[in-house]
């Protein structure tokens, strides 16, 4: 299964959205946000100011966690927001994607 344009969050007023009509759940290394939609979505935001090639890895992570668990999702857009405040490594990209399945794969706690 790929990930279609239709599964992402794109336009900068949607993830503007996210800042004022969310609800939020905190994660070790990260932040969840997500609001009401007719399909799961998703979005990704990560500091620029840091090494390419890991925050790219982080990216592969969410996406792939997300593109497992879609189908079993409830219909909302997701932003999943990598803070300034978080060193970045190869390790913080595989315990995004694990802290990520976690909680998609048990959404009713959320």
């Known amino acids: 299964m790929k990930f279609p344009p239709n599964a992402r969050v794109r336009k900068r007023r949607e ?6 009509q969310s609800q939020m ?3 070790g290394s990260c932040l969840i ?4 939609s007719a399909e799961p979505r998703l979005g990704i935001t990560v500091k ?10 982080i990216k592969r992570q969410v996406r792939e966690a997300f ?4 189908d079993k999702m409830k219909p909302f857009d997701y ?4 803070p300034s405040q978080v060193k970045i490594n190869y390790e ?15 959404e009713v706690s959320f």
């Open 79 to 82: 932003n999943v927001v990598v």
């Open 15 to 20: 993830y503007l959205n996210f800042f004022h």
């Open 67 to 70: 593109r497992l668990n879609r």
């Open 48 to 57: 620029s100011r840091t090494n390419s090639v890991l925050r790219n890895k």
């Open 92 to 106: 913080t990209a595989l315990r995004i994607r694990k802290n990520l399945e976690s909680v998609w794969a048990n």
């Open 33 to 36: 946000f997500k609001i009401a």
């Open 25 to 27: 759940k905190r994660l």
